[in-house]
């Protein structure tokens, strides 16, 4: 499948690759900040895995948001990155 195909064809789920962007980093940036605020708690930084996991499902909400909200692997996506934070295979 050349590249311009499978864009397009992920396109259909995934929506707009700019409003999908934009959708996700406005989300990332109010995590951000909120991971700032935890510190100035004297709360402890989250573990690696945890913020991947974070930016993986803010990832799959951007999709949900920009593209075809009813994709069931977007659901399944973020259930999964959710069970990966303490190590669940």
Do not use: F
Request: charged share 30%; with cysteine.
């Amino acid at each position: 499948m050349e590249t311009s195909e499978l864009l397009a064809e992920r396109g259909k789920t995934h929506g707009n690759y700019t409003d999908h962007a934009r959708i996700t980093q406005r989300l990332k940036l109010v995590i951000d900040d909120e991971l700032a605020r935890r510190e100035e708690r004297g709360q402890g930084q989250l573990h690696c895995t945890a913020l991947e996991s974070l930016d993986m499902i803010l990832h799959k909400i951007g999709r949900i948001i920009a593209g075809q909200w009813d994709h069931q692997d977007h659901w399944d996506d973020i259930a999964g990155y959710a069970k990966l934070v303490n190590g669940d295979p």
